[in-house]
């Protein structure tokens, strides 16, 4: 499946809205999940093929340094009448595959992609909703904002680098938004487990979306699972990205690291 970019925007000085159009994306189907995701495969500069192409037989047909690189990103909106697929990508520095071909992508240009897959939608019989990520979280809690009825409370922790990184939310129900700005200290990490700790939880049972910076997912799990008393079931949790890892070094340790985040509350 691809997309050819239709236009971009520059949401935030580091969130690059891309939306993708063209009868390249004629099968999608978008889940009814709020946390849908496709993988993009973006080929390594030099790469012997371009344009539109299969992964699949890529990977079957190249050498592996010219397999193209993947990276999983959160549907935004689906616009099922226009066919178009918006989706929002962190622009992390210069460092990366897909932040700089965000920052650079163009009207005309072909992203290729799999899936989507999904996992999350706010269940609608939860008292309350608790959303907490970093930038990459944003479309998707931005997308589980939008899906919740009116009658909805919904308390959001979100960590991003400044007021003008702060997008606006929309949220039929009653929203509880809270931003926290990192200042370039050792303990930002600690801010997002830090308000949530600081959280004077709304009664009854809650249903949770935690994802962003594997190591802040995790110290959040372990509390909402250890002092909350919060069932697993309840929440959703997804170390999305790892610092200082790339994705390829992060994909090889996952595996081990999720395993031990959940043994980490008995
Ligand atoms: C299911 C799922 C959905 C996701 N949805 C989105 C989404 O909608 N938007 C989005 O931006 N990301 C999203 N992510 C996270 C994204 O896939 C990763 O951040 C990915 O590593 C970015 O790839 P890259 O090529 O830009 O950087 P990489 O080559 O993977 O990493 C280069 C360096 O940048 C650092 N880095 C990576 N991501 C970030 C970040 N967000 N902030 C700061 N430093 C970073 C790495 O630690 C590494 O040091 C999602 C991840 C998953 C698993």
Redesign the pocket.
Known sequence: MHGHVVRTERLTP??VRVVLGGPGLDGFAMPEST?A?VN?A?PPAGAPYGGVFDPKAVREEQAQEHWP?R??????FWDEAARELT???????D????????ASAAPGDVLVFEGP?S?YRPDADADWHLMVG???????IAASLEALPADAVAVVRLVCDGAEHEVALDCPGRLDLAWLHRTGAEDDVDLLADAVADLEFPAGRVHAFI???AEEIRAIRRHLLSDRRLPRADMSC?????????????RRVKRDFVAAMDADVA
């Not at 990276?71 to 935004?76: H, I, Q, S």
């Not at 989706?87 to 520095?93: I, T």
């Not at 460092?95 to 965000?102: D, E, L, N, T, Y």
């Not at 997804?238 to 992060?250: F, I, L």
């Open positions: 580091t969130l946390d995701y993009l973006i690189a990276r999983r990103y959160t549907v935004r989706l929002d990508f962190v622009v992390h520095g460092s990366g595959v897909a932040g700089p071909w965000a897959g996992g970093d930038e990459s979280a944003l479309p998707a994802h962003g910076e997804s170390p999305y990205w790892r610092r200082t890892m790339d994705d390829e070094a992060w």
